[in-house]
T-cell receptor, first 112, second 108 residues
Framework: ETGVTQSPTHLIKTRGQQVTLRCSSQSGHNTVSWYQQALGQGPQFIFQYYREEENGRGNFPPRFSGLQFPNYSSELNVNALELDDSALYLC???????????FGSGTRLTVV | KNEVEQSPQNLTAQEGEFITINCSYSVGISALHWLQQHPGGGIVSLFMLSSGKKKHGRLIATINIQEKHSSLHITASHPRDSAVYICAVGGSQGNLIFGKGTKLSVKP
C-alpha cells in the first residue's frame, strides 16, 4: 500500500501571493487532516476533510481553505500569504476519525 | 496552559541508556499517540493507546487514564533513536492535539 505523498517538498513565495499544497492520502483512507508546524513547535490543526466535506477546523483564518477530491486526495490553499505563514505543512490521512494516522513528509513553505 | 505538556523539552543520552519521555494532558481523550519526527520533517506513528501498555521492539508506551499521564520509554538507546518525539491526543473534531515535542539526542 502507498503512504501519504505531499507536493511540493519545498516552496518559496512572496508575501501577498497565493499557494496550493497537495496531499495524496494512503490507499483505503477517506479522511485527510492538515497541520501547520512552526519551527520548534508542535503541529497545529488547520482543518480536516472527510468524504469531500470539511468536518473540523482549527483556529485559522478563512484565507486558509481546502478541498478533498473523490479519490480522497486533498489540497490546502492559502491566500494573501504573510511572513508568519512560513512553516512546515503536514498532511495526515486515516480511515474515518479516531483511528491511526499516516503522515506525509510535509511541505516546507517559506514566505519572503 | 497547553492541553498537552511534554517533558523534558531536550534530552541528551549516551548510547545504551534507558530513556523516559513524559506527557501530561488536560483534556478528555479517546486515545493518545506517540509519534517520531526526524529532521526532514516526516512524522511516523509509533503507538496509539487508550489504556495500559504497548511494546514494540525497544520502545514501550504506557498510559494512566486517571492521572492523565503517559510515558514513552526507550531501552538500550542508540544514536539512530535521535529524533523529536511528540505526544498527541485525540481532539473533539477528530483532530490531534500535539505537544511541543521532546528532542532526543543519543551520543555514541
Amino acid at each position: 500500500e502507498t503512504g501519504v505523498t505531499q507536493s511540493p517538498t519545498h516552496l518559496i513565495k512572496t508575501r501577498g501571493q497565493q499557494v496550493t499544497l497537495r496531499c495524496s492520502s494512503q490507499s483505503g483512507h477517506n479522511t485527510v487532516s492538515w497541520y501547520q508546524q512552526a519551527l520548534g513547535q508542535g503541529p497545529q490543526f488547520i482543518f480536516q476533510y472527510y468524504r469531500e466535506e470539511e468536518n473540523g477546523r482549527g483556529n485559522f483564518p478563512p484565507r486558509f481553505s481546502g478541498l478533498q477530491f473523490p479519490n480522497y486526495s486533498s489540497e490546502l490553499n492559502v491566500n494573501a500569504l504573510e511572513l508568519d505563514d512560513s512553516a512546515l505543512y503536514l498532511c495526515a490521512s486515516s480511515f474515518n476519525t479516531g483511528n491511526g494516522y499516516t503522515f506525509g513528509s510535509g511541505t516546507r513553505l517559506t514566505v519572503v | 496552559k497547553n492541553e498537552v505538556e511534554q517533558s523534558p523539552q531536550n534530552l541528551t543520552a549516551q548510547e545504551g541508556e534507558f530513556i523516559t519521555i513524559n506527557c501530561s494532558y488536560s483534556v478528555g481523550i479517546s486515545a493518545l499517540h506517540w509519534l517520531q519526527q526526524h529532521p526532514g520533517g516526516g512524522i511516523v506513528s509509533l503507538f496509539m493507546l487508550s489504556s495500559g501498555k504497548k511494546k514494540h521492539g525497544r520502545l514501550i508506551a504506557t498510559i494512566n487514564i486517571q492521572e492523565k499521564h503517559s510515558s514513552l520509554h526507550i531501552t538500550a538507546s542508540h544514536p539512530r533513536d535521535s529524533a523529536v518525539y511528540i505526544c498527541a491526543v485525540g481532539g473533539s473534531q477528530g483532530n490531534l492535539i500535539f505537544g511541543k515535542g521532546t528532542k532526543l539526542s543519543v551520543k555514541p
